[in-house]
């Protein structure tokens, strides 16, 4: 590559060329792969990533998401929308059949579905043969996160031990696994939460609704907002405010909140990103809150 190619590319194209190598690096050295798509702004990234990589063939693997029933209606048909539009193959499993089948427990009603979804994951693995899936997984995450591999090896059980996983030196993966392993591939493992924006705003990406600054009814609990649905409604003795809100992730209503914001562009939202001091998951996230280590716990489980 030249010097002047060097100093044309810009930081975006760099994160870009990197997420599309490790895209066709998983395509190359696994059998069957799948992308792990929800509809949320990371998974979306990915997904234009994917048409960068393979296009104007079709994707070398279907793609999946993991409903816990609980999700919003918002995100779901968006998810249906994008995916029809790619003309790619949708595969959805959801919490509530594993429930069915009595893999699934749940302590009371309404116990949060969130972290069951591992069960319904590893299920999905074993029926499809799947021996990697792609995530849009990010360091910045989490601090699970931020250790983990960008071929994030589980064994046989589908378990994460951050002390056994390979290196990954001068941008070289291994992807390979035996019969019942599985990778966990992260593209976008190195991007931040800016990165994300910046890219969305580069390449004009549709986004659920919600991202951006609306108004809802929530309830103020343990310095989150809880929003008020048929699956979270408000109790005796809660106060319900109508404000402006946005969400920077999303996922399971009973655990994802909502920031206060009037962010309603995508230049709005990155300036908001550009000045915050807590991470997305640290300001939205009520099941990161049970314990320090409740996310890495969640992974060594199976989790995303």
Not at 71 to 99: C, H, Q
Not at 247 to 264: H, L, Y
Request: proline letters at 4%.
């Amino acid at each position: 590559m030249s010097t002047l190619t060097k100093q044309t590319l810009t930081h975006l194209d760099w994160l870009e060329a990197e997420a599309i190598h490790i895209l066709r690096e998983v395509a190359g050295q696994c059998a069957n792969p799948v992308l792990l798509f929800s509809g949320g702004k990371d998974s979306i990234c990915l997904l234009r990533l994917a048409e960068k990589a393979f296009r104007p063939g079709r994707f070398p693997f279907p793609l999946m998401h993991i409903d816990t029933g609980h999700n919003y209606r918002e995100v779901t048909d968006f998810r249906d929308k994008r995916a029809s539009e790619l003309g790619e193959r949708l595969i959805v499993r959801s919490v509530e059949d594993s429930m069915a089948r009595g893999t699934v427990v749940l302590k009371h009603a309404l116990e949060s579905r969130n972290k069951h979804q591992s069960v319904t994951l590893l299920e999905a693995i074993e029926e499809f043969g799947f021996d990697a899936c792609i995530g849009g997984a990010r360091r910045d995450e989490e601090k699970a996160r931020a250790k983990e591999r960008i071929m994030s090896f589980r064994d046989e059980f589908g378990q994460w031990d951050p002390k056994n996983q390979r290196p990954e030196l001068w941008n070289l993966y291994n992807a390979r696994s035996h019969k019942g392993e599985n990778i966990r591939a992260f593209p976008i493992s190195n991007w931040t939460e800016l990165d994300v924006w910046q890219y969305i705003e580069r390449e004009q990406l549709e986004l659920p609704s919600i991202y951006f600054a609306h108004v809802r009814p929530v309830v103020r609990k343990n310095g989150l907002l809880q929003p008020v649905t048929e699956v979270t409604p408000a109790k005796d003795g809660d106060v319900v405010e109508n404000i402006r809100v946005r969400f920077r992730t999303v996922g399971d209503i009973t655990c994802t909140a909502p920031v206060e914001s009037d962010a309603d562009t995508v230049d709005k939202i990155l300036a908001e990103t550009a000045t915050t001091t807590i991470t997305e998951r640290g300001a939205t996230r009520m099941d990161d809150q049970t314990s320090e280590a409740s996310m890495e716990q969640r992974k060594k489980e199976g989790y995303f």
